[in-house]
């Protein structure tokens, strides 16, 4: 679900910006999306099952020791999605979750319980 969605999400957004909607169906966006949500190299999916488990954000970043590409540009994303009104339901939680203090199984429950859309 996340993947899918969020590959919705990004090609929105990066359609809305002036991107061509292919590249996001390609290595860079899909391909990427894939990498990041099945690998347990990634620093992405690594920074996220350690907060699912209760770790702090500091305390992530700590421990993987290198550049989230994800923490460090959800805030980005996030602000994006407003200037272009774009829905990312997924960057919102998630932006949530790192920095307003929204428990992670809460931004699950929200995304699970969500009205269905014609996707």
Not at 68 to 76: L, R
């Amino acid at each position: 679900m996340l993947a899918t969605r969020g590959l919705v999400e990004i090609t929105r957004l990066g359609t809305a910006m002036g991107g061509d909607a292919k590249t996001f169906y390609g290595l860079t966006g899909l391909g990427d999306l894939i990498v990041t949500c099945g690998s347990q190299h990634s620093r992405n999916r690594r920074a996220g099952e350690m907060l699912a488990k209760g770790y702090s954000l500091e305390e992530a970043k700590q421990e993987i020791g290198m550049t989230i590409e994800s923490i460090d540009n959800i805030d980005s994303a996030y602000q994006l999605a407003k200037k272009y009104h774009i829905e990312m339901p997924i960057v919102e939680n998630v932006y949530h979750v790192l920095y307003d203090g929204l428990a992670p199984k809460e931004a699950v429950n929200i995304l699970m319980t969500r009205d269905l859309k014609a996707e």
